[in-house]
Structure formats: structure tokens, C-alpha cells
């Protein structure tokens, strides 16, 4: 079982810098890949960026690659996601989730098997 705790969301203007955290606990946290994905009003969740057990490989959607940043601190046990130049588009919840390993695809929400409750993110222009 794994439990999952976001935090850092808020109000940005456009341009600007956020660090959302994922906090988690359970002894097998290492075990899992970690994806955040983020759902606007009105839209289906979708796939924001996935990293490995290592921490060594990040994989992102095209619509933040370049601007946000995945990485993960086994030995906190703790999954951050690094968005800069933030644009109103962004604005969204942004949810962490986890997953086994042996997907086909971690890009998929039914590739996860644990996720957190959220954390908004309002980016003003």
C-alpha cells in the first residue's frame, strides 16, 4: 500500500516558477515508477511527466517538455515536479500517482494504481 500527499500548488502569474511535492509513504516507494498527471475543468486527467524507481529517467508529455522538471528523492521518499515558465494552459490539478512496474504504458491513467487527492495550480496571465 502506498499513500500519496501532494503540496505546493498555488497562484502564479504567467512566466513564473512552481515546485510541487508528492509526498509518500510505504515501505515499497522505490519500487514504483511515479507519474504526475493534471486535469482542467471540464477535461480528462492527462499524462504531465513519469520518472523510474532510480530517478534516473524522466519521461514527459510535449506540452511541458522543456519547461517542467520531474525528479524523486527515494531516501525522503518524495516525488517533485519543477514547472517553469508556467502559462495559463497549465492551470489545472495536479495529481501524483504510482504505479507498478510491467506497464505497457505509464502515460495512461489506468497504468496507476495509487494516486493523491491533489493540488491546484492557478496560473493567472
Known amino acids: 500500500q502506498v499513500q500519496l500527499v501532494e503540496s505546493g500548488g498555488g497562484l502564479v502569474q504567467a512566466g513564473g516558477s512552481l515546485r510541487l511535492s508528492c509526498a509518500a509513504s510505504g515501505r515499497t516507494f522505490s519500487s514504483y515508477a511515479m507519474g504526475w498527471f493534471r486535469q482542467a475543468p471540464g477535461k480528462e486527467r492527462e499524462f504531465v511527466a513519469v520518472i523510474n524507481w532510480r530517478g534516473s529517467s524522466g519521461y514527459y508529455a510535449d506540452s511541458v517538455k522543456g519547461r517542467f522538471t520531474i525528479s524523486r528523492d527515494i531516501a525522503k521518499n518524495t516525488v517533485y515536479l519543477q514547472m517553469n515558465s508556467l502559462k495559463p494552459e497549465d492551470t489545472a490539478v495536479y495529481y501524483c500517482?504510482?504505479?507498478?512496474?510491467?506497464?505497457?504504458?505509464?502515460?495512461?491513467?489506468?497504468?496507476?494504481?495509487?494516486w493523491g487527492q491533489g493540488t491546484q495550480v492557478t496560473v493567472s496571465s
Open positions: 500517482a504510482a504505479a507498478r512496474y510491467g506497464r505497457s504504458s505509464y502515460s495512461l491513467v489506468t497504468a496507476y494504481d495509487y
